[in-house]
T-cell receptor, first 114, second 114 residues
């Protein structure tokens, strides 16, 4: 079964607008971490933001915030005030318990237009 | 500057040849990982190492081998036994092994089999 689901088609976003990227996850482990990464066309995987399963508050990191709804097993990424440099693939990933693997979704393509 | 370096950026291999991809980190991280990315997909774990002289198979280890003789270095060898080696390979490291430990990635090596 897929651990991370990202189903949105590619998105076009107007510069300076906010965009929300959906991510749902599946785990029975009470201890897990959720991560969002950005992959521009150069290929490097850039860490954006982290949310722990026991965290009470939603994570924020500059223009990035994570809308964590534990009961719904949802961890959506919100990018505020989009910039042209935000054009990239965005991946949601989860790490469960003691196992070191990051389970990745298939990604969301975002294109920011001026 | 602390970070992860991978070399070469592009690698071409003839069928039947073994090739070695380099990964070096100066972040003083204990754990290191190798992932493979195929077009339109997320990453899949090949091998990981939690300490020097120890490493474990990930989800798709067949046809690959690794070594961890130094904390800073975790080279990956793609052997001729790997049936479909053309892919983008990403190395990562993290301070520890728990679900809260963020994995940071290098710039990647794109391997093409001719």
């Amino acid at each position: 079964a897929q651990k991370i689901t990202q189903t949105q088609p590619g998105m076009f976003v107007q510069e300076k607008e906010a965009v929300t990227l959906d991510c749902t996850y599946d785990t029975s482990d009470p201890s897990y971490g959720l991560f969002w990464y950005k992959q521009p066309s150069s290929g490097e995987m850039i860490f954006l933001i982290y949310q722990g399963s026991y965290d009470q508050q939603n994570a924020t990191e500059g223009r990035y915030s994570l809308n964590f709804q534990k009961a719904r097993k949802s961890a959506n990424l919100v990018i505020s005030a989009s910039q042209l440099g935000d054009s990239a693939m965005y991946f949601c990933a989860m790490r469960e318990g003691a196992y070191p693997r990051l389970a990745f979704g298939k990604g969301n393509q975002v294109v920011v237009i001026p | 500057d602390g970070g992860i370096t991978q070399s070469p950026k592009y690698l071409f291999r003839k069928e039947g040849q073994n090739v070695t991809l380099s990964c070096e980190q100066n972040l003083n991280h204990d754990a290191m990982y190798w992932y493979r990315q195929d077009p339109g997909q997320g990453l899949r774990l090949i091998y990981y190492s939690q300490i020097v002289n120890d490493f474990q198979k990930g989800d798709i280890a067949e046809g690959y081998s690794v070594s961890r003789e130094k904390k800073e270095s975790f080279p990956l060898t793609v052997t001729s036994a790997q049936k479909n080696p053309t892919a983008f390979y990403l190395c990562a490291s993290s301070p520890g092994q728990g679900p809260t430990d963020t994995q940071y990635f290098g710039p990647g090596t794109r391997l093409t089999v001719l």
